[in-house]
């Protein structure tokens, strides 16, 4: 009888324990379903403000940054909104029944930065003029701009909306929906429009080129 007594208590105690187990397994798990994240994404993208490309320029458009503000303003980037103005888009336009490309969303939406965002998240010096500008590729800069900048302090600059552009961004944009879309070669397409901070050889390199 004592025995049995005792192999109850034993049996009761482990399904407590595995109980308390499942519980304690569980709230990370109902958290973390990749549709709940995904959304929670979104959300966050659309809190951050649009800064403009200025913003970046003061810091980014140094030489010991590769001037990558002036090499980004040379690339088709910088005038995707211009271009809607042009003969081509034109064209294009009136294929579709669109009277003024540069007032519709269905070709702003790829040619213009944060085109969705409401007006209150596009701060003074946001220009739709700008094009696809940084914050196309990096995230709208209203909260990382100022924790980025700061040495090993990537997950919160990442956390505040900081972004690392992969393929899967560029072909938000690079796809069929694009009227005049032909195909889209990531390797080299980025080759096009890339920049990184030059190496302590890269800009020695420069110097004695004089550059
Ligand atoms: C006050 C100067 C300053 C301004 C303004 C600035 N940055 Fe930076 N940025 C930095 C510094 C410094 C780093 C390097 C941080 C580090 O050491 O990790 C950096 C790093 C970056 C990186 C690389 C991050 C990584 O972890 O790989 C990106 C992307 C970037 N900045 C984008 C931008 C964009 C976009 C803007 C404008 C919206 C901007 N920055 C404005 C100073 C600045
Ligand atoms: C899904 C995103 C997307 C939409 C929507 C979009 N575009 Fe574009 N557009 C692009 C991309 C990406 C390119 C560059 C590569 C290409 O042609 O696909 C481009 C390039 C262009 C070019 C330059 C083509 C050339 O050969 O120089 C014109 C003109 C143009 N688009 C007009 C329009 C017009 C007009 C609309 C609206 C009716 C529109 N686009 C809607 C993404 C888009
Ligand atoms: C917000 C939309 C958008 C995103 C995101 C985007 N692009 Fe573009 N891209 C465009 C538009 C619009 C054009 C056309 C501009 C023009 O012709 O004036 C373009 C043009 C280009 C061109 C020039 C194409 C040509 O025919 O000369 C290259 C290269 C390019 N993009 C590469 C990339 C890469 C690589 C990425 C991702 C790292 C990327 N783009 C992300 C919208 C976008
Ligand atoms: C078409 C998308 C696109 C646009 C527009 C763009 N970038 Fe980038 N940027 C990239 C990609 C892709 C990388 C490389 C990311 C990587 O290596 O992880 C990058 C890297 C960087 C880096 C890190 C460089 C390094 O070597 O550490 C900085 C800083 C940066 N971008 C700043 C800017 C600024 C400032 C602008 C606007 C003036 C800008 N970018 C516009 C796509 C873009």
Do not use: R
């Not at 993208?45 to 940054?65: I, R, T």
């Not at 042009?86 to 009136?94: I, P, S, T």
């Not at 196309?136 to 900081?162: F, I, R, T, V, W």
Request: glycine residues 6%; proline residues 3%.
């Amino acid at each position: 009888m004592k025995q049995l007594t005792w192999i109850l208590i034993v049996v009761f105690a482990a399904s407590l324990l595995c109980w308390g187990f499942a519980v304690s397994q569980e709230k990370p798990k109902a958290s973390t379903p990749k549709a709940a994240s995904e959304k929670a994404d979104t959300a966050k993208v659309k809190e951050h403000a649009y800064v403009g490309a200025s913003k970046c320029k003061m810091c980014h458009n140094a030489k010991k940054w590769g001037k990558i503000h002036d090499k980004w303003a040379a690339t088709k980037h910088a005038g995707a909104y211009a271009v809607l103005a042009g003969e081509k888009a034109q064209a294009v336009a009136k294929g579709v029944k669109i009277e003024n490309a540069q007032k519709s969303d269905k070709c702003l939406v790829c040619h213009v930065t944060g085109h969705e965002a409401s007006a209150k998240l596009k701060g003074e010096k946001y220009s739709m003029e700008e094009g696809v500008t940084c914050e196309a590729c990096h995230g709208p800069a209203g909260d990382y701009l100022a924790s980025h900048k700061k040495k090993d302090n990537e997950k919160q600059a990442m956390a505040d909306g900081l972004m690392k552009p992969t393929e899967e961004l560029c072909v938000t944009c690079h796809n069929e929906d694009s009227p005049t879309f032909k195909e889209f070669k990531y390797e080299e397409a980025l080759k096009l429009v890339a920049h990184h901070k030059p190496t302590k050889e890269e800009l020695e390199k420069e110097k004695a080129e004089g550059k």
